[in-house]
């Protein structure tokens, strides 16, 4: 299936309706995806990116269909993973000298990948490519969220190729904004910027700070997954700018293993807490062994604070929780606080592990956390009630803004 956006621009992509993990088993996408790959013509004619390789039979067979693959003059690879660039070694078989634009960067993934002598095209920011009556404008946007990643914009559509930024995993049967269930939509979109993108906000909010000062007009913003732009486009630019800045939201996400329930009775209790002493925020709690990784992860981009509890083992943690820390350490969140919990039998140290794990994550924690022996009794709980409503109290971040 192909899809006429324009004149000149026409979808050439797969949606992905089947895929239920990405990146390996790294990204749960639970509305599917897509691979957006977009033809321009123009005098000339111009791919921009491809397909993940399980799809490029099919995707050279529709394009082939489409356009005679020898007319293609020009294909653009904004970015070398192999969602994007999974199908060129079929397509570069049919047209083998067509030249590929692309970062310097591009050109070291690209041959990592396929180890191809393929007929490279060094762009940078600013390099144009006439189409004729249009040109490609390159923007380069390393670690938005590879270095080879690329923008390009087409002159007169006053279209915005964004690759993986904008983008988000969502399989639909329409292609706009406009068309789709919003708090889907948004749903997807901060689960990719909170999983993929947070450790470059400082690039994201830098990029975004010089395409709004090429003064470019935007039309419609074409990401490489998901839908496109079209109703006010330049709304997911305003809100990464948002999500780049320290995102938070008045919300305490409260995360946890448990063996026998007693860090989940204390989970409970500490958030009954929280909730008692601030009726406003949002308190949300997850079992970390039984949740969706990145759902959690999301969860976490969303909360000003967290709690995070694991009972001791083996003078250790639960793998779960254990893995969850890993995570948010990789992602380096900023100016969210924290605090650990969690029951034990005999040594204890389970808080303090998890103390050290958040500060290593980027999260400034604010107590030593609370711990109960075994099975938390009437008292115990109490005393995490207390706690939870201490937390919430230190963690007033909306009153400080009034
Ligand atoms: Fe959609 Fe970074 O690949």
């Known amino acids: 299936m192909s899809f006429t956006i324009n004149e000149t621009i026409s979808w050439v992509g797969k949606k992905d309706w089947e895929i239920r993990k990405f990146h390996g088993e790294e990204y749960s996408t639970h509305r599917g995806s897509s691979y957006n790959s977009y033809l321009v013509r123009d005098e000339k004619i111009a791919l921009i990116d491809t397909v993940w390789a399980p799809f490029a039979d099919e995707f050279v067979s ?161 990401p490489s997954h998901g839908i496109i732009w079209r109703e006010d486009p330049l709304q997911i630019v305003t809100q990464y700018a948002a999500w780049a800045n320290e995102y938070r939201e008045n919300q305490i996400t409260v995360i946890y293993d448990t063996m026998w329930d007693s860090t989940r009775k204390m989970a409970e209790a500490l958030a009954a807490g929280i909730r008692s002493a601030d009726p406003a925020v949002t308190v949300k709690l997850y079992n970390a062994g039984r949740g969706d990784k990145n759902d959690i992860i999301t969860e976490v981009f969303r909360s000003k604070a967290i709690l995070v509890g694991s009972p001791t083992i083996n003078r250790g943690i639960l793998s779960a929780a254990a893995a969850i820390l890993e995570e948010m350490k990789g992602l380096g969140f900023k100016g969210k606080k924290a605090a650990a919990f969690g029951s034990y039998g005999w040594s204890g140290e389970g808080i303090k592990i998890i103390s050290s794990r958040l500060n290593e994550a980027g999260f400034e924690v604010i107590n030593e956390g609370v711990r109960t022996l075994w099975n938390p009794d009437d008292k115990s709980l109490d005393g995490c009630f207390k706690f939870g409503a201490s937390f919430a109290e230190q963690n007033f971040f909306q009153k400080e803004e009034e």
């Open 62 to 222: 529709r394009l082939g269909d489409e356009v005679e693959l020898g007319k293609i003059d020009y294909i653009i690879a904004n970015h070398a993973e192999p969602d994007h660039s999974g199908a060129l070694p079929e397509l570069m078989k049919a047209i083998p000298g067509t030249p590929i634009y692309c970062t310097a960067n591009a050109v070291k993934s690209l041959t990592g990948h396929y180890h191809q002598d393929w007929n490279f095209q060094i762009v940078k920011s600013g390099d144009r490519l006439s189409l004729g009556g249009k040109e490609l404008i390159f923007i380069e946007a390393p670690m938005l969220h590879w270095p080879d990643s690329m923008f390009c914009y087409l002159t007169g559509e006053q279209v915005l190729f964004s690759n993986d930024a904008f983008g988000h995993h969502l399989a639909s049967e329409h292609m706009y904004n406009d068309q789709v269930d919003r708090c889907e939509l948004y749903q997807e979109c901060i689960k990719y910027y909170a999983n993929i993108l947070t450790p470059f906000s400082r690039q994201v909010a830098r990029k975004i700070e010089e395409f709004v000062g090429l003064n470019l007009p935007v039309k419609m913003i074409c």
